[in-house]
């Protein structure tokens, strides 16, 4: 069974930094992109950010832009978004997806796009 494991949420103030981390499959870890996806509570997911592999690119939200970077470490096999300035309304779960499909710039935030998904982690962003 592939797994996508997320790790390093939780509570933070308002200004503070957290790193997520996305343990990924070795069996998938070469897919075409890796991205991040939130969803707060009662609301729809939403796109963060995604680096595609292939194409060489990363694509952020512009919510998170210049605060959050997602980057992937071969050697570990994990994809991590590390968030810095952090604002209550960063607060989600944030779940971390991959794709062997192909994309670059805009198509990478289509949630539809993704084929494996992890469970989640919650970050939770106090004022």
């Known amino acids: 069974q592939v797994q996508l494991v997320e790790s390093g949420g939780g509570l933070a103030q308002a200004g503070d930094s957290l790193r997520l981390s996305c343990k990924v499959d070795?069996?998938?870890?070469?897919?075409?992109?890796m991205g991040w996806f939130r969803q707060p509570t009662g609301e729809k997911r939403e796109f963060v950010a995604a680096l595609s592999w292939r194409a060489g690119s990363t694509v952020y939200a512009d919510s998170v832009k210049g605060r959050f970077t997602i980057s992937r470490d071969n050697a570990k096999n994990t994809v991590d978004l590390q968030m810095n300035s952090l604002k209550p309304e960063d607060t989600a779960v944030y779940y971390c997806?991959?794709?062997?499909?192909?994309?670059?710039?805009?198509?990478?935030?289509?949630?539809?796009?993704?084929?494996?998904w992890g469970q989640g982690t919650q970050v939770t962003v106090s004022s």
């Open positions: 997806a991959v794709t062997g499909r192909l994309c670059a710039g805009y198509r990478c935030s289509l949630a539809s796009l993704y084929d494996y």
């Open positions: 070795g069996r998938i870890f070469s897919g075409s992109a």
